[in-house]
Antibody, heavy 118, light 107 residues
């Protein structure tokens, strides 16, 4: 069974760094793109970018380029999303998601709620 | 970037009604479009991929059609459990973008 299990909710102060994780299981982890999707409170879904864990090739949406970093540790089947300096506007639910062969998202993680507040 | 214009933004219909949502891409994306459903407080779920293919296990009352720039998502007979927000997403070129969503309610 394909599973994407994300790390737990985080509460951080503005200016702090954060790294959240997404661990894949039940499939060949290095053979699918893993993406991240943001959902701000009461808002729609926004595609942030994706990584090919096999060689760490990464694609970012221009809206998120330079704002976040996607990385991976294929030895533990885990992809990360990190911020170097959080802002209140980063408060959102973040989902990791597996992209199937042609590109559509076929599996989602359970989401990680990030709250940034002073 | 390819923009996805989804309409309507909200919709109220009665149980048993046929419901249609449209998504228009700002440029040709062939059939690289999927539809997903997000129930309140839940994780999004894939319903349709490659514009018209029904994901395994999804009820047959859900369907999708279209290619190029114009796409349609249909629920043939609305059920109470279909209350959700529905999103289209293209994967024709980077960045992959979502439509704005359609909030579907029961009248």
């Amino acid at each position: 069974e394909v599973q994407l299990v994300q790390s737990g909710a985080e509460v951080k102060k503005p200016g702090k760094s954060l790294k959240i994780s997404c661990k894949g299981s039940g499939y060949s982890f290095t053979s699918y793109w893993i993406g991240w999707v943001r959902q701000m409170p009461g808002k729609g879904l926004e595609w942030m970018g994706m990584m090919w864990p096999g060689d760490s090739d990464t694609k970012y949406s221009p809206s998120f380029q330079g704002q976040v970093t996607i990385s991976a540790d294929k030895s533990i089947n885990t992809v990360y999303l990190q911020w170097s300096s959080l802002k209140a506007s980063d408060t959102a639910m973040y989902y990791c998601a597996r992209h199937a062969g042609s590109g559509y998202i076929d599996y989602w993680g359970q989401g990680t709620l990030v709250t940034v507040s002073s | 970037d390819i923009q996805m214009t989804q309409s309507p933004s909200s919709l109220s219909a009665s149980v048993g009604d046929r419901v249609t949502i449209t998504c228009q891409a700002s440029q040709d994306i062939s059939n690289y479009l999927n539809w997903c459903q997000q129930k309140p407080g839940k994780v999004p779920k894939l319903l349709i991929y490659d514009a018209s293919n029904l994901e395994t296990g999804v009820p047959s009352r859900f369907s999708g059609s279209g290619s190029g720039t114009d796409f349609t998502f249909t629920i043939s007979s609305l059920q109470p459990e279909d209350v959700a927000t529905y999103y289209c997403q293209h994967y024709g070129d980077l960045p992959y973008t979502f439509g704005q969503g359609t909030n579907l309610e029961i009248k």
